[in-house]
């Protein structure tokens, strides 16, 4: 029975002296960051990719169709989008034989018409035509070669003047029909 007191004394001090020991502090917590604290980060936008090209060609083509009309001594090859005005105009004067190509738009004084075809690049001098729309034209003889180029280039040509869109417009048999009413 001594052994069992000195066994229950045993425990009995055992309790009693843990219950002397302070328990363990909680761990502590890892501080947030207040929403002040850091800045936002915004995504950054992705660029849009702007097309390049390396050759005119491949620009892609103005939006329109060619269209065919005669009245009287004039012919004319208007290209553009339904009920909408004309962007492009090659004109027949079968009484002069000249033949004009016009475009939507003005310019103040003379100004560079380049016209780009598969074969041939040239630039014409043009100005603002008098009348109700601005258009800027320039005239050529209709034997002139390059009307030959732009109605049988390949596939499309381009016509640039400094201050407006480049027309990029395919070679339809409406061009070619206004110059050989022009030669005929």
Do not use: H
């Not at 962007?87 to 190509?101: E, G, K, N, P, Y």
């Amino acid at each position: 029975m001594i052994r069992r007191s000195v066994s229950a004394i045993a425990l009995v001090g055992t309790l009693a002296l843990s219950a002397c020991i302070p328990p363990s502090p909680e761990p502590t917590p890892v501080p947030t960051p207040s929403p002040t604290a850091s800045p936002v980060v915004q995504p950054i936008p992705e660029p849009v990719a702007v097309p390049s090209y390396d050759n005119w060609m491949d620009y892609p083509a103005t939006p329109g169709d060619w269209t065919y009309r005669s009245a009287g001594t004039t012919t004319q090859a208007l290209f553009g989008e339904a009920n909408q005005g004309a962007r492009l105009t090659i004109s027949c004067d079968r009484s002069t034989r000249r033949v004009t190509i016009a475009r939507a738009g003005s310019a103040t004084g003379q100004v560079a018409m380049t016209i780009r075809t598969e074969t041939q690049d040239r630039a014409l001098t043009a100005g603002t035509m008098a009348g109700g729309t601005p258009t800027i034209a320039a005239q050529l003889s209709a034997s002139d070669g390059l009307l030959d180029a732009m109605a049988f280039t390949k596939g499309r040509f381009a016509l640039e003047v400094p201050g407006t869109s480049t027309l990029y417009v395919p070679a339809y048999p409406e061009i070619s029909r206004v110059v050989e009413d022009c030669r005929g």
